[in-house]
């Protein structure tokens, strides 16, 4: 049991397709991040956001949208996708952006076709 | 330039055995070292990290790791290995200059044979 969930755990969608990915974390953190997993690859930071505020934009195509309407909830909206676009993609939190640990959430495994 | 290297894609250990996930560093400061461990089809667990103080830091499941700055290097490790330590493992630094940032390792592999 992690403090951080995302939904869904598994997407799979067109390249025409509009998804979304959540993210919510229970620990009362400050900063939120979207991580990029694909495989054989580093870790890709995507996006950071510190008390709702963008601090972080990591060239990453604008298919892909960050929303963090409130410190707890990370979207992830997603838009004509390419299927290089499939990854995992893990969302992250920590107590603030400057210090500590991330604890991550399970991840959404996306397949885009 | 900032990096964190992993220089081992995968480590094989008979179970009880030592193991021993080495990482290496190059980053400007003061770093923070940490290590996390990712089950299959599960996000990263946070493990351990270093922050200041003592050069061998304890964390879960019975691992370890020693910060030795002369070698610029954050090793993993355990002295007794379980089948149930078989995962990724990535290391990340974390460092400040005008903003915090944090970079992972490519992961290694650990697979522990019973």
């Known amino acids: 049991e992690t403090g951080v969930t995302q939904t869904p755990r598994h997407l799979v969608m067109g390249m025409t397709n509009k998804k979304s990915l959540k993210c919510e974390q229970h620990?009362?953190?400050?900063?939120m991040y979207w991580y990029k997993q694909s495989a054989k690859k580093p870790l890709e930071l995507m996006f950071v956001?510190?008390?709702?505020?963008?601090?972080e934009n990591n060239s990453v195509p604008s298919r892909f949208s960050p929303e963090c309407p409130n410190s707890s909830h990370l979207f992830l909206h997603l838009h004509t996708l390419q299927p290089e676009d499939s990854a995992l993609y893990l969302c992250?939190?920590?107590?603030?952006?400057?210090?500590?640990?991330?604890?991550f959430g399970e991840g959404s495994r996306l397949t885009v076709l | 330039a900032q990096s964190v290297a992993q220089p081992e894609d995968q480590v094989n250990v008979a179970e009880g055995n030592p193991l021993t996930v080495k990482c290496t560093y190059s980053?400007?400061?003061?770093?923070?070292l940490f290590w996390y461990v990712q089950y299959p089809n599960r996000g990263l667990q946070f493990l351990l990290k270093?922050?200041?103080?003592?050069?061998l830091v304890k964390g879960s499941y019975g691992f370890e790791a020693e910060f030795n700055k002369s070698q610029t290097s954050f090793h993993l490790k355990k002295p007794s290995a379980l089948v149930s330590d078989s995962a990724l493992y990535f290391c990340?630094?974390?460092?400040?200059?005008?903003?915090?940032?944090?970079?992972f390792g490519s992961g290694t592999r650990l697979s522990i044979r019973p």
């Open positions: 992250a939190s920590s107590q603030d952006q400057n210090t500590g640990e991330l604890f």
């Open positions: 620990l009362g953190h400050n900063a």
């Open positions: 956001y510190s008390l709702e505020e963008r601090v």
């Open positions: 980053v400007s400061g003061n770093p923070y």
């Open positions: 270093y922050i200041t103080g003592d050069n």
């Open positions: 990340a630094v974390r460092w400040y200059s005008s903003a915090s940032k944090i970079i």
